[in-house]
């Protein structure tokens, strides 16, 4: 059954490359105006799948040929990032080891801004987006529980007008909701489209 599943998961991954480098994806007027925000969810099982996909089509990716850039941020690594450059990494060991899991949730939160419409992870984000973009995030298992993707989504909403966004999502999109690692529900999404079906 597993090996059904992955070789599911690498047809569609085959169709989501072909989807993103299609000019018409890049669009505005295909969406009517609209921005894309899409989730390419999986199952959590194919994470290395798909992390081996994303380094391949981002090797790929040539601007000059394509028309697009093809720019990768894993929601990790520049968590990570943010916390080092303020010298709050290392207090996160001695807050989880007093204080619990719960305690490193809320503190990092703060430090992030992650309640804000304009937190530092989006900012980031913001800062690094060159002309004529599709932004594929990662990285979000690994955040749980400190960031839930659905946070991130409707911050970047509100931030960028002109790139197509693909959240690679382990778990489920469905109901309209988002059902990380198949069994915690984050929110509800109305306005988010499925990249490609299952």
Same mark, same amino acid.
């Given at each position: ?17 072909k989807?993103?480098?299609d000019?018409?994806?890049? +669009?505005?007027?295909?969406? $009517? %105006?609209?921005? $894309?925000? @899409? ?17 391949y089509?981002? $090797? ?8 697009f850039?093809l ?6 690594d ?14 996160c @060991?001695?807050i ?18 992650? +309640? ?8 980031h ?11 594929l ?9 400190? &960031? ?6 409707? %911050? &970047?909403?509100?931030?960028l ?11 489920? @999109? ?13 929110? %509800?999404? @109305? ?6 079906e299952?």
């Amino acid at each position: 059954m597993r090996d059904k599943d992955m070789r599911l998961t690498q047809i569609r991954l085959d169709d989501a490359q072909k989807k993103i480098i299609d000019p018409a994806f890049r +669009s505005r007027e295909s969406l $009517g %105006n609209d921005i $894309g925000y @899409y989730i390419f969810d999986y199952p959590p099982e194919d994470e290395l799948i798909v992390r081996d996909w994303v380094q391949y089509i981002q $090797g790929r990716n040539r601007p000059e040929l394509k028309g697009f850039e093809l720019v990768v941020f894993d929601l990790y690594d520049i968590m990570i990032d943010i916390l080092d450059e303020k010298g709050f990494l290392e207090k996160c @060991y001695g807050i989880e080891e007093k204080d619990g899991m719960d305690r490193i949730i809320r503190a990092v939160g703060r430090t992030l801004k992650l +309640s804000d419409n304009e937190g530092l992870i989006v900012e980031h984000i913001r800062e690094n987006i060159p002309e004529n973009t599709v932004i594929l995030l990662t990285g979000v298992g690994k955040c749980y529980p400190i &960031l839930r993707a659905h946070k991130v989504l409707n %911050n &970047l909403h509100q931030m960028l007008v002109k790139a197509p966004v693909v959240m690679l999502y382990p778990g489920k @999109y469905g109901e309209k909701s988002l059902l990380l690692f198949n069994n915690d529900e984050e929110d %509800n999404y @109305y306005w988010v489209k499925r990249l490609i079906e299952n």
